[in-house]
């Protein structure tokens, strides 16, 4: 049977056999392709998935830590407040106020005041 064919008929052939294959080939690769591209981003969401969680595991730390510091130095001042008001410091709130003393206690508390911080002259 082939040796009833002309060289024309066989290149005929072959170029049609060719072309068909290429055109599956083609068809097939671009499936492929389609294939390994939805596997790669299947990966890639599950890989971006999990480097967003870590960020969002290490901000939740640096909030707390943040938290912590903010409640620390809360209870120092109210620490340090209580100590003040404790030695009863002029002007602390608690301790001895002079606007609520009357205007002759007043006098006589800022006379003390000034004479304890040497404030106080005595003129000749």
């Known amino acids: ?8 008929e066989l290149l005929t052939a072959l170029l049609v056999i060719g072309l068909v294959s290429a055109l599956c080939g083609w068809a097939g690769g ?6 390994f591209s939805a596997r790669v981003q299947a990966v890639e969401s599950i890989g971006l998935q999990l480097v967003n969680r ?4 290490a901000g939740q730390v640096q909030t ?6 903010k409640l620390n130095a ?9 100590q003040l ?9 608690g301790a001895q ?6 205007p002759e206690q007043q006098e006589v508390y800022f006379d003390d005041l000034a004479e ?3 404030l106080k002259f005595k003129v000749k």
């Open 1 to 8: 049977m082939l040796a009833q064919l002309t060289p024309f």
């Open 30 to 35: 671009a499936g492929a392709l389609f294939r």
């Open 54 to 57: 870590a960020k969002g595991q």
């Open 64 to 69: 707390q830590a943040t938290r912590n510091r």
């Open 74 to 82: 809360d209870e120092e001042a109210e620490i340090l407040r209580q």
């Open 85 to 93: 008001l404790a030695r009863g410091r002029p002007g602390v709130p």
């Open 97 to 102: 106020d002079w606007r609520a003393l009357s």
């Open 116 to 118: 304890k911080r040497g």
